[in-house]
Every structure is written in C-alpha cells, then in structure tokens.
C-alpha cells in the first residue's frame, strides 16, 4: 500500500516553462488537495476536489489548475511558471483523517 | 476565514522534558484539531486530532487539551526522546467549509538536546 505518491521529488523551471506535477493515491478516498509550503507560512491550500469530475478553489489558487478525471489521480498544473510559485508542494488524500505524499521542491528561476 | 496562529515558533528541550506547542483559533465554529508532524524531507504525518466535544486527548507520550471558550487546543510531549525533533504543525476546519478545508498554523521547529 503505497499510500499517496508525488513525482517528481525535485523540478527547477524556468520562468514562463509549464509543468504538470503528479499526485497519485491508492487508497480509494473521495477527496483530495494540493498545499503549498513556503517558510514561515505554515501549509496553504491551493486546490482540493471532493470526487472525481469535482474541483474547488483553495486560499491560493491563483496560477494553477487542477481536474480529477479519475479517483485515484489529481495533477497540479503550472501552466506559465513565476518565481512566486518557488515552493515546496505537497498532495493530500482523506478518508477519515488527512494523509500527504512526500512532497515536490520546485525552483522558478 | 479561519485562522490559526501557533507559538512558539522554535523550542528546544532537554531530552526527558516536556514539550508544549500552543495554537490559537479564530472561528468559534471549528470542531476538528489535527496535529502534524514533519521529519525532514517528509510529508506531514497526523500524529493526534481532537474534536470539539473533548477536552482532552491522550496516546502514549502525546496529548492534546482543548479550550473552546478561549478557542486554543495544545500539543503536550511527555519524556521527550530525541526522534521527537521535527517541526509540528497545528490545523483547525470549519464543518461550514468542510472538514477538507484545514487552516493550518505556521509551525514550531522542536529540537530535543541530547
């Protein structure tokens, strides 16, 4: 049982350059979510969907997307890529209780 | 919205002391209370929740208290072992926004001294 899996581990794009980052669980859970973890600022939400066909706004959407076309796989998409968005990126699933994959450190140069 | 405020924001205790993180809640409606823990390079991993119809929460070395008229919940570590050291994040949700929905605090580093 994997759990929830994140890749890739570490990206360095460059300013403008899009990218997909891939989030996967295998535990069957209706619900799943994307935060953003930047010093200082604790884990913000970014997107979250409550099933598959179903996507929401976090506090901090703003320069991504995000669809959910099957249960078990929720990507987070960068579609032009800033400095700001330098941050290390985490996916979530939950049943009863919140499980994170293990994380995706992206740079923006 | 909500918001969750956590102090302190580093800690170090001597190794067999207690810990005490403490967080502070905006929304008198929230009912849950996750703690996470962070190793390095790792995920956050839930180490005890509390809902708002307990006080009080016990597993092992680690506790957590809860105070809804003042709207703060508190992490205790009891005899603190070095594998202890990581930072702990706090998390509270609303019902009215979904329990999906945590605000977390901003996060106490605790190193424990060998």
Known sequence: NAGVTQTPKFQVLKTGQSMTL???????????????????????????????????????????????????????????????????????SRGEKLFFGSGTQLSVL | GENVEQHPSTLSVQEGDSAVIKCTYSDSASNYFPWYKQELGKGPQLIIDIRSNVGEKKDQRIAVTLNKTAKH??????????????????????????????????GTRLTIIP
């Open chain 1, 22 to 92: 891939q989030c996967a669980q295998d535990m069957n859970h209706e619900y799943m979510s994307w935060y953003r973890q930047d010093p200082g600022m604790g884990l913000r939400l970014i997107h979250y969907s409550v099933g598959a066909g179903i996507t929401d706004q976090g506090e901090v959407p703003n320069g991504y997307n995000v669809s959910r076309s099957t249960t078990e796989d929720f990507p987070l998409r960068l579609l032009s890529a800033a400095p700001s968005q330098t941050s290390v990126y985490f996916c979530a």
């Open chain 2, 73 to 106: 919940f508190s992490l205790h570590i009891t005899e603190t072992q070095p594998e202890d050291s990581a930072v702990y994040f706090c998390a509270a949700s609303n019902p009215h926004f979904g329990n999906e929905k945590l605000t977390f605090g901003t």
